[in-house]
């Protein structure tokens, strides 16, 4: 690595490499400050929680829905619920782990990933009926009162992986609006 230096016409030193190099490390020590504060600002998630999670991609879905923290910044969701759609009703089972980041105060986004399992029944071709498996991604912000509620709105995209052939490109959009106790 060498230094070459430069003039221009003000007489003032220009030194391309050495611009870079520090282009490069404060873009390196912005991007450790911005996943630090990631994991810093977090807040203690509630142990419990307990509720309902209404919302479909194309229909109307209802599921009880529980939470366990696994940690200060992890939890796990269990949904168990129906859905009514135009082409189908199905139960279904859905197990999700999420990682929880503080925006500020009450607010907290989260995201995370799973599964789960269920049973349909399509109103136009029977031969589609039956146990379906699927994978689950999921993003959402969230509001934490001081009274213990906490009201959520997410998303959890599920691509089938088995008997979803009934599905549109075996791809659900889940969109849902959360109300939990806190306990």
């Known amino acids: 690595m060498g230094w070459v230096i430069y003039y ?13 190099q520090l282009m490069k490390i404060s ?5 450790l400050l911005f996943f630090t504060t990631l994991l810093v600002s977090a807040q203690n998630i509630s ?20 939470q366990k923290s696994i940690g200060r910044y992890n939890r796990a969701e269990f949904d168990l619920g129906i859905r009514n759609s135009r082409e189908f009703s199905a139960f ?10 503080n925006i500020d105060g009450g607010f ?6 799973g599964g789960g399992l269920g049973s349909a029944n399509f109103d136009i071709n029977d ?4 146990l379906f498996v699927f994978a689950a991604g999921n993003l959402g912000i969230e509001y934490d009162f001081d009274i213990p509620l906490l009201i959520s709105i997410d998303i959890r995209p599920e691509i089938g992986l088995i008997g979803f052939d009934g599905f549109d490109n075996d791809f ?8 939990r106790y806190q306990f």
């Open 92 to 101: 279904k089972l859905a197990g999700v782990y999420q990682w929880v980041h």
């Open 8 to 20: 221009n016409q003000d007489k003032t030193i220009l030194n391309f490499e050495l611009k870079e």
């Open 47 to 66: 142990e419990h929680t307990l509720g309902l999670r209404l919302g479909d991609s194309d229909g109307f879905g209802a599921e009880i829905s529980y």
């Open 172 to 179: 659900l959009f889940d969109f849902a609006l959360g109300l």
């Open 127 to 130: 031969d589609n009926d039956g």
């Open 27 to 31: 873009t390196i020590f912005t991007t």
């Open 108 to 113: 907290n986004w989260y995201y995370g990933f």
